[in-house]
């Protein structure tokens, strides 16, 4: 299986293994969300509740851009018409912010409105939403790094510590996975509370790198957006990083996306 089969047909997730967590999918038309919630936390009362938030949200985005159509084709930032949901507002706000299109943000958004229907519920969770995440975790989490054919795919995780969650971590390629991106980046992962903000600026920084060159360049850019707690991006066998990364190897025959 090549590597952008893989992502489409979401091969990474039979890695998701954390023990202490119960895993079950959403999934309605395009999204397509893996979500875990510890063990004592769970019920399957969960389902239906997060099958619903990602409806709702997906209904009221849907019925916006009937009416502003230019909100789902925008490469840019642009303004929102009077009446727009709350998710719109966020993606729009997070566009404005990284300087790209809103739909840029859609899917960090969506991650963390479902987290935080879990966060009154949970003691921790993790929503993946295409390979952008939000999550809250008691305990210190490995979250691994896919990044197609670069010697680095599934050597490294990015470590997460409970002190910064809710955290969201989006990232976003070039050579993997069907999102449009204007670069050649293998992966760009940014770490930021807000998800449609991480979303957003991992698309930005991702569309700066052509080249193994570029890296510092995207770290130039990530390092001026208030908000961004830490940045890695990686081009073949050449990786960067700023602010809060903490890459820890991975080793063995089981790479864990998160335990």
């Not at 893989?6 to 023990?19: D, G, I, P, S, T």
């Amino acid at each position: 299986m090549d590597k952008k089969q893989e992502y489409v047909k979401r091969a990474y997730r039979a890695l998701h293994n954390a023990a202490d967590m119960h895993y079950f999918g959403i999934k309605i038309e395009q999204s397509d969300l893996a979500i875990g919630v510890d063990l004592s936390s769970y019920s399957d009362s969960l389902i239906p509740l997060c099958r619903q938030e990602l409806q709702q949200r997906r209904q009221q985005l849907e019925n916006y851009i009937k009416i502003h159509e230019e909100f789902l084709t925008s490469l840019v930032p642009i303004n929102l018409l009077p009446g727009a949901p709350d998710i719109a507002a966020k993606m729009a706000w997070a566009a404005v912010r990284a300087g790209v299109g809103p739909m840029a943000a859609v899917a960090g958004a969506i991650a963390q409105a479902v987290g935080e229907v879990l966060t009154p519920r949970c003691q921790e969770y993790i929503v993946e939403n295409g390979g952008d995440i939000y999550i809250k975790t008691l305990r210190p989490r490995r979250v691994a790094v896919f990044a197609g054919n670069s010697p680095f795919s599934y050597r490294i995780a990015i470590r997460i510590n409970p002190e910064e969650s809710p955290l969201s971590i989006c990232t976003s390629s070039g050579t993997v996975g069907p999102s449009l991106s204007l670069g050649y980046a293998d992966a760009v992962v940014v770490k930021a509370s807000e998800g449609a903000l991480a979303d957003a600026v991992a698309t930005a920084a991702a569309n700066r790198i052509q080249h193994e060159s570029d890296l510092i360049k995207a770290i130039d850019y990530v390092k001026t957006i208030s908000g961004v707690t830490g940045l890695l991006c990686i081009k073949n066998d050449k990786m960067a990083t700023w602010g809060a990364i903490e890459i820890e190897p991975i080793t063995g025959k089981t790479k864990n996306a998160d335990r």
